[in-house]
């Protein structure tokens, strides 16, 4: 069975970094993508990074491009998502998930592309 377990999340400072991790198992190959993506209170969960372990391709959405960074490594089978000069607005549920569709353009951002999802991790950052 597929898992993914999920952690790195904390309370941090504005301007401040957290290093997120997925743990992934259960894959008999690299055919998958993994992304990450965030429930803030009263608000949809959003799809904020994508890697697709194949060729590591990356993907994100313009809130957090150029101060969030994707990357896998497939000694640990581990994809990490690097946060930095976190943003109060960046406060959310930060979950993991996985697909082995072939995501195409914006599809990675669409949460019912992907069929397995670790559980939440919080990230609370203060002003």
């Known amino acids: 069975d597929v898992q993914l377990q999920a952690s790195g999340g904390g309370l941090v400072q504005a301007g401040g970094s957290l290093r997120l991790s997925c743990a992934a198992s259960?894959?008999?190959?690299?055919?998958?993508?993994i992304g990450w993506f965030r429930q803030a209170p009263g608000k949809e969960r959003e799809g904020i990074s994508c890697i697709s372990r194949s060729d590591d391709s990356t993907s994100y959405a313009d809130s957090v491009k150029g101060r969030f960074t994707i990357f896998s490594d497939s000694a640990k089978n581990t994809v990490y998502l690097q946060m930095n000069s976190l943003k109060p607005e960046d406060t959310a549920v930060y979950y993991c998930?996985?697909?082995?569709?072939?995501?195409?353009?914006?599809?990675?951002?669409?949460?019912?592309?992907?069929?397995?999802w670790g559980q939440g991790t919080q990230v609370t950052v203060s002003s």
């Open positions: 998930a996985a697909t082995r569709r072939n995501l195409i353009l914006s599809s990675w951002r669409i949460r019912t592309n992907y069929d397995y």
């Open positions: 259960g894959f008999i190959n690299d055919d998958y993508a």
